[in-house]
């Protein structure tokens, strides 16, 4: 069965760092493109950060470019979000979400965490 | 950037009704959309993805169409399951959007 966990959420001030974690289970970790995609209260989904099975190549949203750090540890099943300098507008649920590509062409995220809070305030 | 607007944003519709939601992108994204709903509290979950190809243990009523740069998500006949918040989702570029969403609920 396919689980991922997320953890490291909690409330941190304005300009601070957090880093995040997701714990992968159920499925070969290192063959699968991994995201984040987070989710401010009461609004919709934002997709954040991907990073390749290998772990080669990242990508951000222009909102977190330079900010944020997506890595993971292929012999640990672990996805990161390193987040630097935090801002308010930056609270929000935050999910890990397994990619897989479909034979249709594109990506789609066919598993997703629980989700971890992140508060950003003074 | 590649820009996804949905609409409605939200609606009101009873049990059995068909629903129909559109997204629309702002450029060629070929069909790499995908469709999720998602409920209060809970991660989403998705229905379609590569515009038409139903979620394996998704049920026949939910439906995806494509045409040009507009997607449509069907819901055949609504069910009390089915009430929810709606997102598209583009994969064609390196940044994955989502659009705004459309809630759909119980009139």
């Known amino acids: 069965e396919v689980q991922l966990v997320e953890s490291g959420g909690g409330l941190v001030q304005p300009g601070k760092s957090l880093r995040l974690s997701c714990a992968a289970s159920?499925?070969?970790?290192?063959?699968?493109?991994m995201c984040w995609v987070r989710q401010a209260p009461g609004k919709g989904l934002e997709w954040v950060s991907g990073?390749?099975?290998?772990?080669?190549?990242?990508y951000y949203a222009d909102s977190v470019k330079g900010r944020f750090t997506i890595s993971r540890d292929n012999s640990k099943n672990t996805l990161y979000l390193q987040m630097n300098s935090l801002r308010v507008e930056e609270t929000a649920v935050y999910y890990c979400?397994?990619?897989?590509?479909?034979?249709?062409?594109?990506?789609?995220?066919?598993?997703w965490g629980q989700g971890t809070m992140v508060t950003v305030s003074s | 950037d590649f820009q996804m607007t949905q609409s409605p944003s939200s609606m009101s519709a009873s049990v059995g009704d068909r629903v129909t939601i559109t997204c629309r992108a702002s450029q060629n994204i070929s069909t790499y959309l995908n469709w999720y709903q998602q409920k209060p509290g809970k991660a989403p979950k998705v229905l379609i993805h590569?515009?038409?190809s139903l979620q394996s243990g998704i049920p026949s009523r939910f439906s995806g169409s494509a045409s040009e740069t507009e997607f449509t998500l069907t819901i055949s006949s609504l069910q009390p399951e089915d009430f929810a918040t709606y997102y598209c989702q583009q994969t064609y570029s390196t940044s994955w959007t989502f659009g705004q969403g459309t809630k759909v609920e119980i009139k």
């Open positions: 990073i390749s099975g290998s772990g080669r190549s990242t």
């Open positions: 979400a397994k990619a897989l590509l479909s034979t249709g062409g594109g990506f789609y995220f066919d598993y």
């Open positions: 159920g499925f070969t970790f290192s063959s699968y493109a």
């Open positions: 590569a515009a038409s």
